[in-house]
């Protein structure tokens, strides 16, 4: 069974940092996948922030380009989302995805306030 779990998020102020994580249970490997983070804001549609292939290859959105980075480590079956320099129109929940599927993690809150 496919399970993502995203944790990391809280509360920052703007330009501080943060570092999501996502954790994959070991019935599939991620250095074998497509995996991305998404985001949703109140009152918005849940939107891409990144993905990685697995050869390693980035995608950005463009909001988030130069301050985002998306890794992972292998051995840990871990994706991250490392974000800095964030701002209040950061804040939403964000999602880890397996990509070309389904399968979804249960997001975890990132706020960024003063």
């Known amino acids: 069974q496919v399970q993502l779990v995203e944790s990391g998020g809280g509360l920052v102020q703007p330009g501080g940092s943060l570092r999501l994580s996502c954790a994959a249970s070991r019935s599939f490997f991620i250095r074998f996948s497509t995996m991305g983070w998404y985001r949703q804001a109140p009152g918005k549609q849940r939107e891409l922030v990144a993905t990685?292939?697995?050869?390693?290859?980035?995608n950005y959105a463009d909001a988030v380009k130069g301050r985002f980075t998306i890794s992972r480590d292998n051995a840990k079956n871990t994706v991250y989302l490392q974000m800095n320099s964030l701002k209040p129109e950061d804040t939403a929940v964000y999602y880890c995805?397996?990509?070309?599927?389904?399968?979804w993690g249960q997001g975890t809150q990132v706020t960024v306030s003063s």
């Open positions: 990685i292939t697995s050869r390693d290859s980035t």
């Open positions: 995805k397996l990509e070309n599927s389904n399968h």
